[in-house]
């Protein structure tokens, strides 16, 4: 569910690096133990981690504390964004308009830059539901697409990757 190998995370900051210039915001959902994270932020990216996992919490808030806002920790799960019930939301479902508000991230034309990135593993159970509700969000320009265009990279299995 998460990054575990030091090298993995190099590998995939270096993918995740864009230009000389500044780094967009980068929204990294379940980052775990937060190995991806320190590389990030190594890096310069202003990261947002969005962590459901109660157990990887308090060494996420700790390390946000540690740094001068270059890292927000926020109790939630990316595939519970914009859960279709109504009222409240109890964490870890979030919504994408709070959570944008929170962010400082405001709606950009579609033809702008992206101005939010987005890495996370999706978990194999339920895994095509998942991506299949990310395609039918971006067609519809709801939850997370209603900002304009986001950069998704997403690592998922092979078996949906070929389907």
């Given at each position: 569910?998460?990054?575990?190998?030091?090298?993995?995370?190099?590998?995939?900051?270096?993918?995740?690096?864009?230009?000389?210039?500044?780094?967009?915001?980068?929204?990294?959902?379940?980052?775990?133990?937060?190995?991806?994270?320190?590389?990030?932020?190594?890096?310069?990216?202003?990261?947002?981690?969005l962590e459901s996992n109660s157990d990887f919490l308090a060494d996420l808030q700790s390390l946000e504390n540690s740094l001068d806002g270059q890292l927000k920790v926020i109790h939630g799960d990316f595939f519970r964004l914009d859960p279709l019930a109504k009222g409240a939301l109890k964490p870890p479902a979030?919504?994408?308009?709070?959570?944008?508000?929170?962010?400082?991230?405001?709606?950009?034309?579609?033809?702008?830059?992206?101005?939010?990135?987005?890495?996370?593993?999706?978990?194999?159970?339920?895994?095509?539901?998942?991506?299949?509700?990310?395609?039918?969000?971006?067609?519809?320009?709801?939850?997370?697409?209603?900002?304009?265009?986001?950069?998704?990279?997403?690592?998922?299995?092979?078996?949906?990757?070929?389907?």
């Amino acid at each position: 569910r998460f990054i575990a190998c030091p090298q993995l995370a190099r590998t995939v900051r270096r993918c995740l690096q864009g230009g000389a210039g500044p780094q967009p915001l980068l929204l990294e959902f379940a980052p775990g133990p937060g190995i991806l994270t320190r590389s990030l932020l190594d890096a310069g990216f202003r990261v947002v981690a969005l962590e459901s996992n109660s157990d990887f919490l308090a060494d996420l808030q700790s390390l946000e504390n540690s740094l001068d806002g270059q890292l927000k920790v926020i109790h939630g799960d990316f595939f519970r964004l914009d859960p279709l019930a109504k009222g409240a939301l109890k964490p870890p479902a979030v919504s994408s308009d709070k959570l944008f508000k929170t962010l400082g991230v405001a709606a950009v034309p579609w033809r702008a830059d992206v101005p939010l990135k987005i890495f996370g593993i999706v978990p194999q159970p339920l895994e095509r539901n998942r991506l299949w509700r990310l395609l039918f969000a971006m067609y519809e320009c709801s939850s997370i697409y209603r900002y304009g265009r986001v950069e998704l990279n997403l690592f998922i299995s092979e078996k949906e990757y070929t389907v």
